[in-house]
T-cell receptor
């Protein structure tokens, strides 16, 4: 089946620094990738949607300049958390969709746990 | 706004017994409902969906879900639980934006523990 990987699986960074999370589709081409965030005991919340070669579309309330998303190829999307603060500590999950499939047919990565100290 | 609620943080069941994981929804219009499962250290996987048709929908791994419009529920069920069913289960609903963009709105998840 289709596999999506994320790297790193967990990361600890200091407040004020930036951290990059990679999301790769290993055996298929992902025309659309999604980034979600999950706080403890809360739902997965969609942060942004990105199509290959286009700028990402951010959900309301998500800071574009803080969460930089790049989807430069059909197999790789990156999320960079800039000037991270402790409140950015969360579980970040990406998913990928193939062109022509339904919106719910997303393949999810295992997630990246970010802790900002 | 579309939303789903999963009232139980955790469900415990003995192997071989039937299991139910609850989900209620709140939508305007016809609901598109989904269940996903997340095994340890793995990404979420699609289990089943209800869009239209029979109220009882069947999915992967022997799971099924019953759509109940009057109770606005979409509970996940399995007649006989397996230890390997132990995982985190998410209910989700479609949100249709004015732009035509469709996205998933997830519940908080329910951890299912099946004991031997």
């Amino acid at each position: 089946g289709a596999v999506v990987s994320q790297h790193p699986s967990w990361v600890i960074c200091k407040s004020g620094t930036s951290v990059k999370i990679e999301c790769r589709s290993l055996d298929f081409q992902a025309t659309t990738m999604f980034w979600y965030r999950q706080f403890p005991k809360q739902s997965l919340m969609l942060m942004a949607t990105s199509n290959e070669g286009s700028k990402a579309t951010y959900e309301q309330g998500v800071e574009k300049d803080k969460f930089l998303i790049n989807h430069a190829s059909l197999t790789l999307s990156t999320l960079t958390v800039t000037s991270a603060h402790p409140e950015d500590s969360s579980f970040y999950i990406c998913s990928a969709r193939v062109l022509g499939t339904s919106f719910y047919e997303q393949y999810f990565g295992p997630g990246t746990r970010l802790t900002v100290t | 706004a579309q939303s789903v609620a999963q009232p139980e943080d955790q469900v415990n069941v003995a192997e071989g017994n039937p299991l139910t994981v609850k989900c209620t929804y709140s939508v305007s219009g016809n609901p598109y409902l989904f269940w996903y499962v997340q095994y340890p250290n793995r990404g979420l996987q699609f289990l089943l969906k209800y869009i239209t048709g029979d109220n009882l929908v069947k999915g992967s791994y022997g799971f099924e879900a019953e759509f109940n419009k009057s109770q606005t529920s979409f509970h996940l069920k399995k007649p006989s639980a397996l230890v390997s069913d132990s995982a985190l289960y998410f209910c989700a609903v479609r949100a249709l934006m004015n732009t035509g963009f469709q996205k998933l709105v997830f519940g908080t998840g329910t951890r299912l523990l099946v004991s031997p």
